[in-house]
């Protein structure tokens, strides 16, 4: 499995380092320069384009995190590796990289073409290498680079969404249904599930209609990842005052954790409502799970069951009286 996603991202990449490489030889500062650009959105014109600049900054957080979700993965998929040392160091170079490639590929593409274009291009990179030396060439290769990147983006999280449902049911926190697996140790039935759902987003994608129903999933879906992030963080704080940490852990424990919390709120109070409603229905799965295997909540347990459900009803409350709307 490991030969096929270095495969997969290769294919990926390659696209991605013709932007980097021909976009920096194209690269027009005129196209790039925006008069105001603290006050004005360089894709759109007259009123609307009228903004500030920490409006522009928690417009675009949304998509950022969703953009990095699942650089996490390898700790999802620790068990599996033979080196428990090489998973930080995984997690922290793929962060790395991922972040060097996305900031090199969105600053290029907005010296090659204009932002006015970009905002409407149905494939943007393909406009940006058209827009080159490489010219209509780049853009075939652009697009078959994306259709290498969905179907190895389909094999990896298929099998990661899956795993975390297997480990989430062997902890006893998701029903011992999705804790089983095939004799290869292959977890078939979460397989199943997460694939089913999978095609169900994909298929949203058909519909130019429903696109903008995809994009609040995107928003949703990255809000319900934050909490868990926040959470983890305040975690980290708790470890470097038992184990009595350096400065070092505790300055990235405290930066991680206000990060998160200004992400929740930078992508939306409406999104976060929602988050905890759908939180509020996961704690009937987990009482499932805790019931099948024969083991009482416990006090703390109870606490946190009776708090996230009562919460996930009054933000249903108040998204259903439109106090907190969309």
């Not at 027009?28 to 894709?43: D, H, M, R």
Request: proline content about 3%.
């Amino acid at each position: 499995m490991g030969i096929v996603n270095a495969f997969f991202t290769v294919c990926k990449l390659i696209p991605l380092v013709l932007v980097i490489v021909f976009g920096g030889l194209a690269f027009s500062p005129g196209i790039f320069s925006v008069e105001n650009w603290q006050s004005t959105l360089a894709s759109t014109t007259g009123p609307a384009s009228v903004t500030t600049l920490g409006a522009q900054i928690n417009g675009a957080m949304g998509v950022i995190l969703w953009c990095f979700v699942g650089v996490e993965a390898s700790t999802i998929l620790a068990e599996k590796a033979k080196s428990q040392k090489l998973v930080g160091k995984a997690t922290v170079i793929s962060l790395l990289i991922t972040l060097s490639v996305y900031a090199l590929v969105s600053l290029l593409s907005m010296g090659v073409v204009p932002a006015t274009e970009l905002v409407d291009a149905r494939t943007p990179l393909a406009d940006v290498l058209s827009n080159t030396i490489i010219g209509s060439a780049g853009a075939m290769i652009v697009k078959l680079g994306i259709i290498t990147s969905v179907l190895g983006a389909l094999v990896s999280w298929i099998l990661l969404l899956a795993q975390v449902f297997t480990v989430a049911a062997k902890d006893g926190v998701m029903p011992k249904l999705l804790a089983k697996e095939s004799e290869k140790g292959v977890p078939a039935n979460s397989i199943i599930i997460t694939s089913v759902a999978t095609q169900l987003c994909l298929l949203v994608l058909l519909s130019d209609k429903l696109q903008g129903v995809y994009n609040t999933v995107i928003l949703l879906a990255a809000t319900t990842i934050i909490i868990p992030y926040v959470l983890s963080g305040i975690y980290s704080l708790i470890v470097c005052k038992q184990d009595q940490l350096g400065p070092k852990e505790y300055f990235i424990s405290i930066i991680a954790t206000i990060y998160a919390i200004y992400c929740l709120f930078a992508v939306g109070i409406m999104f976060l409502a929602v988050s905890f409603v759908f939180y509020g229905v996961g704690m009937f799965v987990f009482i499932l799970a805790k019931k099948e295997k024969n083991q009482k909540l416990t006090k703390a347990e109870k606490i946190g069951v009776v708090f996230t459900l009562g919460l996930g009803i009054l933000m249903a409350i108040l998204l259903a009286t439109v106090v907190i709307a969309f």
